[in-house]
């Protein structure tokens, strides 16, 4: 079941990234793409880009279970949380930022949609006092 091509390009991807921490498309693979978010950044543009969106995903997955958590009306909560979740691990099989601009548009959007959620949503307790701070 994995000996297929994108398999096979992503075994090489991760084989050969070391070589090329600056990325510029100099893997040679069989494809015209790696079939998967993080190995396309890394190919096209090198772990800067790479831990850039690392960072960004690791911000907005915050943002994300802020809002699955929030007292945002139901419906709100679980249409946001299902759609970023579909965004977030199909990024691990299918979307190329270079060869699809709209998707990767509409990811930046989604992105920016949970943000301003986040930032309206209150949570139903205090993150400091359910990590079990308890001070009495």
């Not at 190919?43 to 800067?48: E, F, I, K, V």
């Not at 930046?108 to 701070?133: D, Y």
Request: glycine share 6%.
């Amino acid at each position: 079941a994995l000996d297929t091509p994108r398999y096979q390009v992503w075994v090489t991807m991760l084989e050969h990234f070391s070589d090329y921490f600056w990325g510029g498309r100099k893997i040679r693979i069989q494809e015209f793409f790696a079939h998967n978010f993080w190995l396309d950044v890394l190919w096209d543009s090198g772990l800067p880009a790479f831990f850039a969106w690392v960072g960004i995903y690791t911000v907005h997955s915050w943002y994300a279970l802020r809002i699955a958590f929030s007292t945002l009306p139901l419906g709100l909560t679980c249409t946001v949380t299902s759609i970023y979740l579909s965004f977030f691990f199909s990024n691990m099989v299918e979307p190329v930022p270079s060869a699809s601009l709209m998707y990767t548009l509409g990811n930046l959007a989604l992105l920016g949609i949970v943000a301003a959620l986040a930032n309206q949503a209150k949570l139903p307790f205090k993150p400091e006092k359910a990590i079990g701070s308890n001070t009495a």
